[in-house]
């Protein structure tokens, strides 16, 4: 396979693999970096102390929306004290799908906490919105803030709301098998598109993802946009480094 040089998996649950080590090993093998999410504070803070410094890994700080009832006004406080140790903000966001319905009015009032009082602008967001997309690129709009919208299962007619309001879209191998998909890219423009592969919890020939799958996913959309795959990588690349410089 050509050699596509580096790429970034911009949402990977890298704490939950059985062997998070040997993940990440492979992943930089294959010159692929990570934004490890997390769901909590907590977990942050372990993750961050059980890799220590890697200059292919950055853990992002997560209040994910399915846990939102359970923070406390201490998880919270610990979410703020972790913000200068990371440059990235997820997983967080809304879910009002029939998981996480019942606690519309916690994930409501935790998100809001995320993008009013968490240093607006200083990192960039990787976002759940299943079963809220409205809600979630309202107020993504509403404060402006550099932002992916991860695994976007939404209405296609709420696309150009989200790239009005500057949003990134991250694609996984699991999205390919969609048929919704091609219609999906052909309404994100390729300059609003990274990569992710949320595994292990998305699943890609019948195993959980590896980061190293974005080789193939980077491929396929080359194939998609018409252009070789060296300029779809680089596109991607490009898509990485102008998201990071929104941030403050």
């Known amino acids: ?14 704490g939950a693999y059985d062997d998070p080590v040997a993940v990440m090993d492979s992943a930089a093998a294959a010159n692929v970096s990570l934004v490890a999410v997390t769901e909590s504070p907590e977990e942050f803070r372990r993750l961050k102390t059980r ?14 929306p399915l846990r939102a009832a359970s923070f406390r006004p201490a998880d919270i406080a610990r979410f703020f004290r972790c913000m200068p ?8 966001g809304l879910d009002f799908s029939q998981h996480g319905i019942a606690t519309k009015k916690h994930q409501l009032r935790v998100f809001d906490i995320v993008l009013t009082e968490a240093q607006p602008g200083r990192h960039p967001l990787t976002v759940h919105s299943r079963g809220a997309e409205t809600e979630v690129v309202n107020l993504l709009s509403q404060v402006q803030l550099p932002a ?4 976007y299962t939404g209405p296609l007619k709420l696309v150009d ?17 969609s048929k919704r998909f091609a219609s999906f890219i052909a309404n994100v423009p390729a300059d609003r598109i990274l990569l992710e592969t949320d595994g292990p ?30 300029d779809a990588a680089q596109t ?13």
């Open 201 to 230: 919890y998305a699943k890609t020939s019948g195993r959980p993802a590896q980061p190293t799958d974005l080789k193939s996913l980077a491929n396929q959309l080359a194939i998609a946009w018409q252009v070789a795959p060296v």
């Open 148 to 151: 992916v919208m991860h695994w």
């Open 161 to 177: 709301d989200a790239l009005a309001a500057g949003l990134y879209f991250s694609v996984n191998p699991a999205m390919t098998r």
């Open 51 to 64: 890799l220590g410094r890697r200059p292919t890994i950055e853990v992002a700080l997560g209040l994910h």
């Open 85 to 92: 140790q990371t440059r990235w903000i997820g997983e967080v």
């Open 236 to 248: 991607l690349r490009r898509n990485h480094d102008r998201l990071r410089s929104m941030a403050g």
């Open 1 to 14: 396979m050509t050699d596509l040089g580096p790429l970034l998996d911009s949402h990977c649950h890298l």
